[in-house]
């Protein structure tokens, strides 16, 4: 089925800025709560919010094969487990709808009444309901330098990790949407020096650069997925934050891996740029060597070149660029990610997401953590304001973008923002 959403000479009849996120030839998914206190599922063309459930109910989408209520939901869930095809039919009927040639709702006011929404009439939800997460350890240059940190640099990589994807299954239940606080954790650590762990709060909260992906509803339990057809099965990607916590973490993680250090929060920006959106923007994944073993081999370009940064802004202060990445420095790609998970016969359900593991590039401007930023808090970073950071203190909020961009579009994720708060006080909730 061809992608004609994705025709780079398509302009809108809505109003798009130059370097905007969401040209017409984005058109991600999400889910948001209208002025009327109506949930509902929608997409976006600049920042104009478009309610799709009201599009579909005043007749727009006739001819695609749709539920009455797949758009009146508060989770993109099902919509997700209809499959590619719907999805690309979908997208290429809002592209039509909005095209800068079509009148058709473009001189309708009543239905554009309905129908669209600015950006500060609506609040923007978690958009699909996670039922299971796993996070990977797939950046090379971030598990070598951790590895590096904590066990020198000749036994940086474990032996596993250059012939498998690395990961671990997280809680879904603290994954949140941008723009939701957080607080400091506390838990268990052990201060340099001594002999007996004590508990408080972390003293080395970091964020993770991350991007994240969500499947659809893939293969029945004892059934692996070929990686020749896993892409089918992935929806779209996320910005991702994991946040961790270091010092926990540390103290924790042997012999299980990540636990309470990683499982207080997570965040997600609330846009889903599909994997068909992103089709212009493949590149090579990096060269694997040794060679993976035959279920991880694949064919063609299975990497996107994704431009990434980070950014701290502390109370009151101008935010500060910390990070510059890239989605295609991931040594292991999404579709071996997905064939391996489900090698053993795990399934893999509508709305489960997949993290990447921390997104870092050659170069010390480009690791995707504090952790690696600072070396471990003995390179501080001076901010715009004057202060200095090893590891995110409270107040502060930490800022994540993602876009693609090439001589005919800019396809980007918005961002994903979230501010640390301190302790939580019983009494402050009071």
Request: net charge negative.
């Amino acid at each position: 089925m061809p992608l004609s959403a994705n025709n780079p000479d398509r302009t809108s009849w809505l109003h798009v800025d130059k370097n905007s996120d969401f040209p017409i030839q984005n058109i991600p998914f999400g889910v948001f709560l209208t002025r009327d206190d109506i949930i509902t599922i929608g997409t976006r063309i600049g920042d104009t919010a478009i309610d799709l459930g009201a599009l579909h109910q005043l007749g727009y989408f006739d001819g695609i094969p749709l539920t009455d209520d797949i758009f009146l939901q508060d989770t993109l869930n099902d919509f997700i487990a209809d499959g590619r095809k719907t999805w690309r039919l979908v997208r290429n009927r809002i592209a039509q709808i909005f095209d800068s040639d079509n009148t058709t709702l473009k001189n309708n006011k009543q239905h554009k009444e309905i129908v669209l929404f600015r950006l500060d009439e609506i609040e923007m939800q978690l958009p699909v309901q996670i039922g299971d997460y796993t996070d990977f350890y797939a950046s090379k240059e971030h598990a070598t330098n951790v590895g590096t940190m904590f066990r020198g640099a000749d036994n940086a990589l474990m032996p596993n990790w250059l012939h498998m994807p690395v990961g671990y299954h997280g809680r879904s239940s603290s994954i949140i949407p941008s723009g939701i606080p957080i607080h400091r954790p506390q838990g268990q650590t052990m201060p340099e020096g001594a002999e007996k762990p004590v508990f408080g709060p972390s003293k080395l909260v970091d964020f993770e650069l991350e991007m994240a992906f969500i499947t659809t509803d893939a293969n029945d339990l004892g059934e692996p997925i070929p990686i020749d057809e896993a892409e089918d099965y992935i929806f779209g990607l996320v910005l991702f934050n994991d946040w961790s916590a270091r010092d926990i973490q540390k103290w924790e993680y042997v012999p299980l891996g990540p636990f309470l250090g990683k499982n207080f929060a997570s965040t997600i920006s609330p846009w889903i740029v599909t994997l068909d959106a992103l089709e212009p923007f493949r590149v090579e994944t990096p060269k694997q060597d040794p060679k993976p073993l035959p279920y991880l081999q694949f064919k063609g370009k299975k990497s996107f070149d994704i431009r990434l940064e980070a950014a701290v802004k502390p109370k009151g202060a101008k935010e500060t660029i910390v990070c510059k990445s890239n989605f295609k420095y991931m040594y292991w790609n999404m579709a071996q990610q997905l064939a391996h998970h489900t090698v053993n016969g795990c399934p893999v359900n509508s709305g489960d997401m997949m993290g990447s593991g921390t997104i870092s590039g050659p170069t010390e401007d480009s690791f995707g953590s504090m952790l690696e930023i600072t070396w471990r808090g003995e390179k501080p970073v001076k901010m715009k304001d004057g202060t200095e950071r090893k590891f995110i203190n409270d107040n502060d909020t930490v800022i994540m973008r993602g876009y693609c961009k090439n001589d005919d579009v800019r396809i980007g994720f918005g961002e994903v923002k979230t501010k640390l708060l301190p302790v939580f006080s019983p009494q402050k909730k009071k």
